[in-house]
Structure formats: C-alpha cells, structure tokens
C-alpha cells in the first residue's frame, strides 16, 4: 500500500477544491481504512461548498460513500448486522460516528445529534487522519460508525446515493406513520423524491403525487412509482392545492414529504394536508429557509409537522435492504446520471449545483 493518497480538499466557501496529499495514517483498533470506490454529490456538499451554510475548513467533502476495505483495525470483525468483515469486502457507513453513550445516543435514541458527534464529510481535515471525507481515494472509519457489508447483487452507484438520500427518506417515512392505501404527495423530484415514491408505491400507497418544475423529471419519477406527476411552473398556491385536493377526493392527502429543499413550498404543502395529516420536512438543510403560516391552520384542523435530519443505523439498514428486494422493479441505478473523477470533482460540484444532474458520482 502507498504512504500517501489523494483528497479532494475545501479551503475556503466558493473556492474550487484542490488536490492534495496527505500520508496513509495507521489503522487503529475499532478502527477501517477504506479505499473509496464511489462517492455521490449531495446536496448538503453544494451547500458547503457554495457558502450557504458554515463548514470548517480544510475539509474533505462528501458523506455518501461505498468503498472496499482496505485493512481492519483490531477487535473489527463483524458489521452493524453481524455479518463477517474481511479485506476486500464492500461496506458502507453511516454518516456519524457518535458515542453512545450520551443523553442523545442511549436515553433518546437520535445518534445524529450525539454531543460527541463527528460526521464523514463535515469535519475539518486539518489534522490525522485526514481523511475523513469521501471525495478522497481512503476513508478512515472511527469506532463509534456503524458500518455495513454491500450484498453483491448491488452496484457501487446503487448504493452511494442511497446513503444519505433513501435512508433519510426512511426515517422520515419512519416519523410520517403513512399506512397502506393512504394519498402521499412529494414535493421534489430529486434524488430524495425518487427514493420517497418508490417507498410509497412499495408500501402500497393509494395516490403518489409528486410536484416540480421540471418536465424530465417528473417523467421518469413515474418509473419509481408515482400515480400522478404535476409541473406546478407557473401555478399560484391555490392552484396547487386545488390540483392535489382534485386528486383525493377534495380532502387532500393523508402525508406531505417536502424533500426539494425549498421552503416557500412549506405553506403550500401544509395546505394540501387533509385535516388531521402529517408533514414531514426533510430537504432545507441551510440556514435561513424561513417561511410564514397561520399557525391558527395547524391548530384548527389538527395538522402535524416534523423535521428530519440525517438518519439511525437502521434506516440505512433498511435502504441496503430496500434495494436489494426492489431493484428490479425500481430503476435505482439510473439515479446517479453522472460521473467525474477526482481530478475533476470542480466540474461534478458545478454540474451537482447546476440541478442538470440527478446524482453526480465522483470515482477515485
């Protein structure tokens, strides 16, 4: 193995990423080193990069990561699901590692927001082992990350997105308690809003309603599982609202998942609710997504309204596992829509933000 490797390095908000080497550090016990084989662009990293929200510098962008190991620390032996782990075996992993231990982790059960969290891609890179991003040739895998071995039926571009998008999606599936034959209206098409249509086609939804501006898109969600795909360019808020509710009979739907990421859309899809349903707010993950409503509405018409951020192991559990049962009947490999190499990561980002692409992979 070399003594170095390649990263893919943040120093300033707004800057183009550049290449750097950093030494291979040891491999400590609990600990992977792992040589990346895939790392899908999301949204958050665009984020980052362009300065609509705080991340340190330097860093090594990049979260949604699939890679081979490369060698096990010591006391490594199985994964997160107890499968045996070997050099040379596929794994992904969460986006935290966090501690356990902490009010968060044992008495509430929201690893996420541990005290003692630290988060693949969004930590500086400043000091051993560098490499703790995934727009890089190595990760460093800390013991407090639940790791998890890929079947070998997936491809590596199947399952970088799906970390963080689809397990997301599920744990905001998670808190939306949708049930079988119930309406469900996606806001975005996506990458977040294919993985949120085909969980609702999957677990038998009624109507699967999804919005955007973009005709391309709205067509091939189709694929995923959506019943009626609606370009509301152009379309006032009232005309939103009356297409949905036509949709369901006049009571609107039972489930709202705003994974486009913009938060005008918030008032509109709360609008859409019948009275006594769910939304669920997973895609503003930037300050400043603010938005106005009548709180009065939410009280009247008993509506309930959660946020989503990132995920527990046993979502991304669950989306290895989704794709596994379903990826004959979902066209899940189609998500990612482009590819650069790490040399050219400046390009991806530009293509990411651009909103041309679906999923862009970055392969080392």
């Not at 490369?70 to 699901?81: I, K, P, R």
């Not at 501690?99 to 996420?112: D, H, N, T």
């Not at 949708?178 to 109507?207: D, M, S, T």
């Not at 694929?223 to 009979?249: H, P, Y």
Request: charged share 20%.
């Amino acid at each position: 193995m070399a003594k170095t490797a390649k990263a893919a390095v943040m120093t300033a908000a707004g800057m183009d990423l550049a290449i750097k080497e950093y030494p291979l550090p040891p491999v400590d016990r609990g600990c992977i080193l792992v040589k990346v084989t895939c790392c899908t662009i999301c949204g958050s990293d665009v984020h980052s990069w362009k300065g609509r929200r705080t991340a340190p510098t330097p860093i090594i962008l990049g979260h949604e990561i699939v890679g081979r190991i490369a060698a096990l620390g010591a006391g490594v032996t199985h994964d997160s699901g107890d499968r045996p782990l070997s050099v040379g075996d596929r794994i992904t992993w969460t986006i935290m590692d966090n501690c356990g231990k902490c009010y968060f982790c044992r008495e509430k059960g929201l690893m996420m927001k541990c005290r003692r969290l630290k988060k693949y891609g969004h930590d500086s890179c400043a000091q051993p082992p560098h490499f703790v991003g995934g727009f890089a040739d190595y990760c460093y895998i800390t013991p407090g990350t639940c790791v998890i071995r890929i079947p070998d039926g997936l491809s590596d571009e199947e399952v970088a997105p799906a970390n963080c998008a689809l397990a997301t999606v599920i744990a905001g599936w998670e808190e939306a308690q949708v049930k079988p034959f119930e309406n469900v209206l996606i806001q975005g098409a996506g990458a977040l809003g294919f993985y949120a249509a085909a969980l609702a086609k999957h677990y038998g939804c009624r109507r699967v309603i999804v919005t955007d501006i973009l005709d391309h898109r709205l067509d091939f969600i189709k694929a995923f599982g959506a019943t009626d795909a609606i370009n509301v360019k152009g379309m006032s808020a009232e005309e939103v609202v009356q297409a949905v509710r036509g949709l369901t009979d006049g009571f609107g739907v039972d489930c709202v998942l705003e994974v486009a990421g913009i938060a005008d859309l918030i008032p509109t899809g709360l609008k859409c609710l019948r009275t006594g349903g769910r939304y669920v707010e997973i895609g503003n993950s930037a300050p400043g997504a603010n938005f106005t409503y009548d709180a009065c509405d939410i009280v009247w018409r008993r509506l309930t309204l959660k946020g989503v951020h990132n995920y527990d192991v046993r979502h991304l559990q669950a989306a290895v596992d989704l794709l596994a049962m379903t990826r004959e009947k979902f066209p899940f490999k189609d998500i990612v829509t482009h590819r650069v190499n790490l040399e050219n990561i400046n390009d991806g980002l530009r293509l990411a933000d651009s909103g041309k692409a679906i999923r862009v992979a970055v392969l080392p």
